[in-house]
């Protein structure tokens, strides 16, 4: 690749890297993206693929109205992504449940999301708390553990994986160079360009997006930006194919438009990519046979942990560096429900070189400082 | 009958299959003194070689063949040794701290094992033509075991297909039991001998030298043999004739089973779940367990014995097994007297010697490994030839990513069918090699369970709060 | 297709989609329905193409049918017994059997 200049390199391939380089390619932008190879650990092929509202927003007001801004954005992104490539993402946006099993768990519920809408500028978004007779008539196989939960409206979900497949294809598409194991080793701001040093070779662009999950911790101080992060493992049970049966997701389990029945949703310290905590996949089984005990006979196909991509907060980083003009960080947790945001909101201001702050300022790492100082 | 309830939570030694290798495995370290279990998922031992061994309904002896009846002596010995042989057994779960997790009539339990061999065998290669979906195909293996197991012979119409020994060994079985083949098309590229021939000194000495002629003979005499570098399978509903063509000229076969097979490969997936290191082999175009000379794997405490270990046939499986055996039990019983290795260790390279040159000459073509087009790469979620080539040449350069883009591998047969298409076609794809490409990364469990079976698994306070917060 | 060898165990009657079929004591449900030359024990859950027992040895899945109310269960490793009702496996799995 040597002489080749790009207008922004995107640096990580996964789900935010590639909606944040499809944004970029719509604005015109010349645009690389520099991956890991076929072993990376990659929360966009470990994921649970909702685009969730509910629960959002507790601790930073302003992250409720980004995700539901995204939320909204979502169906128009994914016409758009089925324009250019033909392939559905199957995302819907039915409304969606946070089962309780004990009315202990209920009343957590409900507190937090008092607490949620307890918060000054927060947005109202109208979830309700259900007793167990009104959420039967949406989820009619839920067992008689089930004692009610919480129901937003906005929530929703999309098949991730294909997702995946099809930003990387609508990449292709628009000519957008994708170099698979070109992991970034040093990144250096020179003559106006930056140089991103990596195992093939050096790649230069004059912009930089940092979309590299948990590895931008690592790069971010390179640019003179910061990206503190916190991984942690989490652990899914996938089961065989399925006729439908629910037509809502919950936060720990839902069908995919394809059968099969993930259920999950653990947190353990462990950033043990390969390791997989039996005890954990048995909780999560457990608790989906007392939610749905039609369940019980299905056969589970395929269990697996990921790292979660978590900031120290929880909370996304969108940052400008002040020391490296050109050089952004776009980094979060929830890379499939801001996914529109990515595409269609981020990747324009970085094609215009600089974030808009009356939308992001919120979301900028100088946030940890103002709480050490406080 | 032993009941999932009643197996002890641990025991020193864990062997997983019951065909030669776990069979020899399990009668050495039980002689020994270890306290040994053998789970085989089958309703009896043998495993796929010596299948249904001690219950097979056919008595005549000359149908199958002595070497098939070897495997009663291992079945017998290992019967009478003391280990527990629970069959039925399917384990689905195999991880670093050898816990072993099975599953028996419907239920779960976890077991903790001070050493594991793995002798889970070996499974057909993947033989991707158009059309092998299609009910009425099958593999020669098949065929194989539905006459040893329940003394089914193929009747009229039938056309085996590919090349190796246990094509030509199921055509003698067959023509033997009285079953009928129509023709036999063989798919070995000619060239194949250009290689094999330097290993053929090596292969005149081996056991396996007089008895491959023998058989060469037996079936050649009697069934109509066509050379071949393309075949489909065609039909709709069900397969109904054969196309094939060597060097461009075009025949065509009505059949009602179309019996394929292009030799074995090791049957990796509680190995590689279990996180035990593979490498490439070039000569037998598959992946195989990083070993020491004790069949150790890179897992500790894990050995990977038999056809597993590497193709090497039945004989040298129970040798590779009795190894192992031996290494865990002096890993395990210092003080317990064992069968000096060296004897042992001699009769399998005797056994290996020949191997090279049956590898090099029965090595599948890489049209019949390759495919192309619509054919169908992985049977589970219907992933083509087409779909896996152009994905590649998207960026695409790693099975496990072409998983998440495709679904291939995401089926119940966890890729068994599909993996080691998959890597080829992204090596051939993004021209690299198979090694370079890698193999997808398997998880538990390596066969299903189901959802109540895992509910029911120990729960530790931890490991509930991981989930309930 | 199929034939038995004269040697072949009792027999075990089963039902195979309601209809009677006579199995041999030893076979599994996969090798009773191809001994009973049925075609094939399923449909797949991706195109609705039929599949019928491909390897007998558990590890292709395609004979995968409803085993007295139970689906998804490997035609190939189970042992029939008298009285089994055996269902062929359309598409997708029905949760709750």
Redesign the interface.
Known sequence: MAGDEFDVAVVGGGLVGVATAWGLAREGCKVVVLDEGDRAVRASRGNFALVWVQSKGLGLAPYAGWTIRSSNAWRGFSDLLKQETGLDVSFQRPGGFHLCLSEKELETRANNLRRLHNQPGIVDYKTEILDHDQVRKMLPDIGPEGVGGSFCPLDGHVNSLRLFRTLHAALNERGVTYLPSHRVETITREAGEFRLATPHGEIRASKVALAAGNANMRLAPMVGLEAPMKPERGQIVVTERLRPFLNHPVVTLRQTDEGTVMIGDSKEESIDPSGLTIGVSATEAERAVRQFPLLANVNVVRTWSAIRVMTQDGFPIYDESQTHPGAFTVCCHSGVTLAANHALTIAPMIARGALDASLVAPFSARRFHVQEAG | MIAAADLASSCDLVVIGGGPAGLAAAALAARAGVSTVLFDENPGVGGQIYRAITSTPVSDRAILGEDYWDGAALAAEAKASGALIVNGATVWSLDRQRLVGVSLGGKARLIEAGRVIIATGSQERPFPIPGWTLPGVMTAGAAQTALKAHGLVVGARTVLAGGGPLLWLLAAQTLRAGGTIDAILDTTPRRNWLQAILHLPDFALSPYFAKGLALLREVRGRVRVHRADRIEAVGTDRVREVVFSSGGREQRLPVDLLLLHQGVVPNVNLANAAGVAHVWNDRQLCFVPVLDADFGSSAPGIAVAGDGAGIAGGTAAAERGRIAAIAAVRALKPEAVVPDTQAIRQSLQREEMGRAFLDWLNRPADSFRQPVGDTIACRCEEVTAKQVRDTANMGCEGPNQMKAFLRCGMGPCQGRLCGLTITELIAAERKTSPEEVGYYRLRPPVKPITLAELASLPISEAERKAVER | ?????A???PAIAITVDGKKVTA?A???VA?AL??AGI??CRT????G??????????????C?VTVDG???RQG??I?VHDGMKVETQL???????
């Not at chain 3, 297709?1 to 060898?5: D, E, H, P």
């Not at chain 3, 797949?44 to 195109?47: E, W």
């Not at chain 3, 193409?49 to 590890?59: F, I, Q, T």
């Open positions: 297709m199929f034939k038995r060898l040697d072949s165990g041999r030893g076979d599994t090798a191809l001994a075609d094939h797949t859950p991706v195109t193409a039929p599949r019928a027992p491909y390897c007998l040895m558990g590890v292709c899945f395609d995968l139970v689906g998804s190939c490793l042992p598409g997708r799995r029905e949760a709750g059997r």
